[in-house]
């Protein structure tokens, strides 16, 4: 029996890897409260958010740790991957107005480094309200059927670690999954999905959250993850620390060290594109 989504609803997440709703996970006065504390955060400390925390801020914000456990967002991840649910990462996405920033097309699946590919869900949270004058996501329906090749690329204004991007990708079915604050979608992570520039007058402010059932395999390496929903009988995964209060010593450093151990191996460049690491 599902808990979130409706059996049609199942049906065309899993034959287009993505949905045109959208869902609640908190209410726009929660939103805001993260909002307020991103721009109090880079107005004190000059430094910025979606760089400092760029993987798994989850680790280091009770908050955040606990969006990751909303039982809205994890009825809808489970009514597609199962019950026992983990959290493998989260990043934040933000554009200031007018800043020029902007995400290629790409697959998460290339590089996040777990298989198989198609198993992951990527949530987007809308912490602002995010559409096309913002430079909100848009994702192309059914490309999570095929593994893409990206190409480097150099524009410092792409907010992709990777610098990659899926050149001539077909937009004439593309999608957007615009959002209102405390809303999200959710996508098959592997599907072909980008953003535009924020050309309105306020900051875009999103949360990314990727989740993967306990069966999936780490294809790079030993690695770690966070159990939010269920059992896990397989053991593939190492278990992230949960954080006893907001900048815990002990999860700061986790989260730094899974940092640096993601982008030391989660591609290999090569003159004539990107090549992902082999498979497990």
């Known amino acids: 029996m599902s808990r979130l989504l409706n059996p049609e609803q199942i049906e065309k997440f899993q034959s287009d890897g993505c949905l045109k709703q959208k869902f609640r996970c908190m209410t726009s006065e929660q939103a805001a409260q993260i909002f307020n504390w991103y721009e109090d955060y880079e107005a004190e400390t000059g430094q910025d958010v979606q760089f400092q925390l760029k993987l798994k801020p989850h680790l280091v914000l009770v908050r955040l740790y606990e969006l990751c456990r909303n039982p809205a967002i994890l009825d809808a991840v489970e009514d597609v991957i199962g019950p026992d649910i983990l959290c493998y990462a989260s990043t934040f996405f933000s554009k200031k107005s ?16 777990m298989e198989p590919r198609g198993w992951c869900i990527g949530i987007s949270v809308g912490i602002s309200a995010s559409n096309e004058q913002n ?7 059914r ?9 480097r690329t150099s524009d410092s204004k792409n907010l992709l670690t990777h610098k990659s991007a899926i050149p001539d990708v077909d937009e004439s079915e593309m999608v957007r999954f615009n959002l209102e604050p405390g809303e999200f979608s959710m996508h098959n992570a592997n599907i072909v999905h980008s953003s535009e520039q924020n050309r309105s007058d306020g900051r875009r402010l ?3 959250i990727i989740y993967m059932p306990t069966r999936c395999r780490p294809s790079l390496g030993r690695r770690s993850a966070l159990l939010v929903r269920g059992t896990d009988t397989y053991g593939h995964w190492d278990a992230d620390p949960v954080p006893r209060h907001d900048f815990d010593p002990v999860t700061l450093a986790h989260m730094k060290k899974c940092l640096a151990n993601f982008r030391n191996t989660r591609l290999d460049h ?4 990107l090549q992902a690491s082999p498979r497990a």
Do not use: N
């Open 98 to 113: 007018r800043d020029g920033t902007f995400v290629t097309w790409h697959q998460d699946g290339e590089y996040l480094g």
């Open 135 to 141: 430079g909100g996501l848009r994702g192309i329906p």
């Open 143 to 151: 490309s999570h059927l095929k593994d893409y090749k990206a190409v």
């Open 206 to 208: 999103t949360f990314t």
């Open 270 to 273: 090569k003159e004539d594109g």
